[in-house]
Structures are given as structure tokens and as C-alpha cells.
T-cell receptor
Framework: DAKTTQPTSMDCAEGRAANLPCNHS???????VYWYRQIHSQGPQYIIH???NIETNEMASLIITEDRKSSTLILPHATLRDTAVYYC????????????FGTGTRLLVSP | AAGVIQSPRHLIKEKRETATLKCYPI?????VYWYQQGPGQDPQFLIS???????DKGSIPDRFSAQQFSDYHSELNMSSLELGDSALYFC??????????????FGPGTRLTVL
């Protein structure tokens, strides 16, 4: 699986958009970009995944650059409950592939 | 909606004792994963099962073993416990198989404390 690089921490004001970057310059053509988050000591939670371009769901949007070497997770209106560690994971999409968690980005949403 | 169930939620053991952690996947999910998260660390993959067969293995100590049963629930057996085994143990489940773009659903975890 390709290695990812994320900032260690980020701050965001409540109600503003949170933009979390991820670099994955060695991504292969058959690898997807997944985002999970972990709210303090809870089980990680799936957010979104994508192969290219833009993906959007009820939680977030994922923008993958055209060369696929980086991506940005966007939480459009961050709330205090979005404070968590966000993990960007690159992996193939077969149905029983493990998740390899890196260090992630600790997002702090403040009032 | 039904979620992944883990039991017990908390477990306290002495060194050299054994422990068994149980995981009940979401109904119809056939793949189970175990992850270990030490204090201040990120989750680390231990082992996974697909259709009751081991599908992948990570940095799981030889003192640990696991299996998936016919009803797809899984158990992680830990023997000769050491202080360093104190951690959160997460189970996740998914609908496995080749060509599926799956997401893993995590349980609430079992907090194991070894004294």
C-alpha cells in the first residue's frame, strides 16, 4: 500500500470548513483513497473513499488531484463533534484488505 | 442499524493470565479484522478472517490466536499476558470478497488492562 503524509494537527473554527490535506505520491492505479476518523478512544469511523476527481457524501467531500498524488478531505461546516484524529489511507479495494493507519491529523474544532 | 458488538468492554488481567475477546460482526458481514491500539498510538492491524479462513496476518504475537466461527463471530485468545498487551482492541467487520470496494465498520473496542 502507498505511504501517506498528513499534517500532525490542524485547528478549525466551529461552522467553518475544515480542509484536511493528504499526500500520497506513490499511489498505484488500482489504489483508492480512504478517510477514517477516530473520536477519542472510540472505534475508527469510515468517512469517505474515492478513486479520482471528487466524491461527496453526507459527511464530507473528497477531492483528489488529477495526478492522484494528493487529496483533500473537506468537512463543509465543522462542529465540535468533528474533533478527532483523521486518517488518510491508500489501499486497493478488494473486500478483505486491512487498514494501515499512519499518524493521522488531529483536528481540533473550537467554538 | 445493527453495529459490531465486542465483549467484554473492559477487562483487567494479571500478568501471565489468559484473556478471550469476542467480536460479533454486523449481520451478513463475512469478514472480521482485529486491531490493537496501545496508549497514545495509532491502531495496528493484527489479523483478519474471511469466510472463516485467515485472510491476512499482521504483527500479532505468537501468544495470540484467533478464529472465526460458523456464525462469523470471532474470538481473539491471548495467553501469557504481558504488561505491554494493555491496549484497546478493536474488531471491525465488512462484506468481503474480490472486487468489492468495502468499508470497515468498527466496534466500540475492548480495553484490556494487564496488571
Amino acid at each position: 500500500d502507498a505511504k501517506t503524509t498528513q499534517p500532525t494537527s490542524m485547528d478549525c473554527a466551529e461552522g467553518r470548513a475544515a480542509n484536511l490535506p493528504c499526500n500520497h505520491s506513490t499511489i498505484s492505479g488500482n489504489e483508492y483513497v480512504y478517510w477514517y476518523r477516530q473520536i477519542h478512544s472510540q472505534g475508527p469511523q469510515y468517512i469517505i473513499h474515492g478513486l479520482k476527481n471528487i466524491e461527496t457524501n453526507e459527511m464530507a467531500s473528497l477531492i483528489i488531484t488529477e495526478d492522484r498524488k494528493s487529496s483533500t478531505l473537506i468537512l463543509p461546516h465543522a462542529t465540535l463533534r468533528d474533533t478527532a484524529v483523521y486518517y488518510c489511507i491508500v489501499r486497493v479495494a478488494e473486500g478483505f484488505q486491512k487498514l494501515v493507519f499512519g499518524t493521522g491529523t488531529r483536528l481540533l474544532v473550537s467554538p | 442499524a445493527a453495529g459490531v458488538i465486542q465483549s467484554p468492554r473492559h477487562l483487567i488481567k494479571e500478568k501471565r493470565e489468559t484473556a478471550t475477546l469476542k467480536c460479533y460482526p454486523i449481520p451478513r458481514h463475512d469478514t472480521v479484522y482485529w486491531y490493537q491500539q496501545g496508549p497514545g498510538q495509532d491502531p495496528q492491524f493484527l489479523i483478519s478472517f474471511y469466510e472463516k479462513m485467515q485472510s491476512d496476518k499482521g504483527s500479532i504475537p505468537d501468544r495470540f490466536s484467533a478464529q472465526q466461527f460458523s456464525d462469523y463471530h470471532s474470538e481473539l485468545n491471548m495467553s501469557s499476558l504481558e504488561l505491554g498487551d494493555s491496549a484497546l482492541y478493536f474488531c471491525a467487520s465488512s462484506l468481503g470478497g474480490w472486487g468489492l470496494v468495502d468499508e470497515q465498520f468498527f466496534g466500540p473496542g475492548t480495553r484490556l488492562t494487564v496488571l
